[in-house]
């Protein structure tokens, strides 16, 4: 059973970069098909997928964030990390790591979500 663990700040200023990491346990973060993805939710709103990285480490990412996100991996720690540069108030958010066994599934895999604050 793949689990998943969210860590990192909880408080970022604005305009600074926003760091957060998901330790994956159960699976590796290679094996073919999986996708592991960061999606957040800002208080009061529905979830916002932000990007996924596939299982052979392609990127692709919220046309929305596209210039200011990076989604990474670190093979040998099983662990993949989301980078958000330039946040403001409006990225305050419960952020949720996610996985999923092929491209078209669902998300049946979720880390239980961190808080975000962006304020001075």
């Known amino acids: 059973q793949v689990q998943l663990q969210e860590s990192g700040p909880g408080l970022v200023k604005p305009s600074q970069t926003l760091s957060l990491t998901c330790a994956v346990s159960g699976g590796s973060i290679t094996t073919s098909g999986y996708c592991w993805s960061w999606i957040r939710q800002p208080p009061g709103k529905g979830l916002e997928w932000m990007g996924v990285l596939t299982a052979d480490g392609r990127t692709y990412y919220s046309p929305s964030l596209k210039s200011r996100i990076s989604i990474s991996r670190d093979t040998p720690k099983n662990q993949f990390s989301l980078q958000l540069s330039s946040v403001t108030p409006e990225d305050t958010a419960v952020y949720y790591c996610?996985?999923?066994?092929?491209?078209?599934?669902?998300?049946?895999?979720w880390g239980q979500g961190t808080q975000v604050t962006v304020s001075s």
């Open positions: 996610a996985a999923k066994a092929s491209v078209g599934g669902r998300y049946n895999y």
